[in-house]
T-cell receptor, first 115, second 115 residues
């Protein structure tokens, strides 16, 4: 069965550079979430999209932006990167339709290292 | 206020021991879901179980069992006869239906199972 696909899996950037992470949700899932997990920390919710509209916002820095496209894939754009942005970024998808279980299906994560 | 509390930061056991991971949650919603996720050293988040707030039946799946008690707002996870492959970080998570379908994670419990 198709899972959530994230790319790239690993990314190395320098301070003040820009990075873009991509997420392809499970087909027919209508909601995409982005989480940031710093070293030794729990995943922190950044932002979510439902049917291509932003549905909720968490602790996402102003330097970050995200959107969901017509094909339901989502991109997280991070600018003016800082050392503290080094983390594992998870994308997850779920279905809020009838029979929704609330379960998040996670991608394998994109590991961003800022030097 | 932290909504999901995993008081045990690290647990170390010897193979074949039973181990219980504690999770206490806080919510004002009457409808919510609770989850456990496993994060092995490879980094991906693996779904283990989902419980909705109306189903307090305990569940057993192989060596895993879960004890959900609304009266104490707890959703504890027990691994019976632990194995080295169980070594991972385990996250308890809460999804409040009235909270925009945003899943909040506890801080995680790192389990070490020694041979």
């Amino acid at each position: 069965a198709a899972g959530v696909i994230q790319s790239p899996r690993h990314l190395i950037k320098e301070k003040r550079e820009t990075a873009t992470l991509k997420c392809y949700p499970i087909p027919r899932h209508d909601t995409v979430y982005w989480y940031q997990q710093g070293p030794g920390q729990d995943p922190q919710f950044l932002i979510s999209f439902y049917e291509k509209m932003q549905s909720d916002k968490g602790s996402i820095p102003d330097r970050f932006s995200a959107q969901q496209f017509s094909d339901y894939h989502s991109e997280l754009n991070m600018s003016s990167l800082e050392l503290g942005d080094s983390a594992l970024y998870f994308c997850a998808s779920s279905s809020q339709g009838e029979g929704n279980t609330g379960e998040l299906f996670f991608g394998e994560g994109s590991r961003l290292t800022v030097l | 206020a932290q909504k999901v509390t995993q008081a045990q930061t690290e647990i170390s056991v010897v193979e074949k021991e039973d181990v219980t991971l504690d999770c206490v949650y806080e919510t004002r919603d009457t409808t919510y879901y609770l989850f456990w996720y496993k994060q092995p050293p490879s980094g991906e988040l693996v779904f283990l179980i989902r419980r909705n707030s109306f189903d307090e039946q305990n569940e057993i799946s192989g060596r895993y069992s879960w004890n959900f008690q609304k009266s104490t707002s707890s959703f504890n996870f027990t691994i019976t006869a632990s194995q080295v492959v169980d070594s991972a970080v385990y996250f308890c998570a809460l999804l409040e239906i009235g909270g925009g379908f945003k899943t909040i994670f506890g801080a995680g419990t790192r389990l070490f199972v020694k041979a």
